[in-house]
């Protein structure tokens, strides 16, 4: 009896139509899925495809111009790399030339010390020996007084002249 429903049931189901009926709701279907991705299209698809399309034009042009920013940064840091190792250069040589003038400048300043202790040594030598000239002077007048003095006491004084 189970059976005979079944078999029933599906020829009732074959004179209605069948799993797919080609009376107009095929075509309507059809219509209202072309409609629904009309709508979809304009309403979702073609704004985020505008946001994406401006998302990537704005990240393109943010790398373009980071990438310029970049190069600029990288030139200017070479352009004052460039300069101070020119002014580094300029220092030491200004260092240099200081140092030699300082060299120069004591060493006239030891030759003048060196001359004016010389000039110092040479004075002194001198006065040394006029010193030394006037003490021969007054030893000679002191021996020569005490000689007379002696041949006087020893000769008597009518002699020793």
């Known amino acids: 009896m189970m059976h005979s429903t079944v078999l029933l049931a599906v020829e009732e189901a074959a004179k209605e139509g069948g799993l797919f009926d080609l ?9 209202q899925f072309l409609i629904l991705v009309a709508v979809l299209n304009v309403i ?13 034009d704005y990240i393109r042009n943010t790398q373009v111009s980071a990438q310029e920013r970049l190069a600029k940064a990288q030139q200017l840091a070479q352009q004052y790399e460039q300069k101070l190792g020119e002014t580094r250069k300029q220092s030491q040589s200004v260092i240099a030339a200081a140092q030699a003038d300082a060299q120069k400048i004591g060493a006239a300043k030891v030759a003048e010390a060196q001359q004016e202790a010389q000039v110092a040594r040479e004075k002194a030598g001198q006065e040394i020996e006029q010193q030394k000239q006037e003490a021969m002077r007054s030893l000679e007048q ?11 006491k020893l000769l008597g004084q009518s002699l020793a002249k």
């Not at 979702?44 to 990537?56: C, M």
């Not at 021996?143 to 003095?149: G, K, R, T």
């Open 23 to 31: 009376d107009a709701t095929l075509p309507l279907m059809a219509v």
């Open 142 to 152: 002191q021996v020569e007084a005490l000689s007379s003095q002696i041949l006087e």
């Open 44 to 56: 979702f698809y073609k704004p985020l495809s505008k946001s994406i399309d401006d998302r990537a």
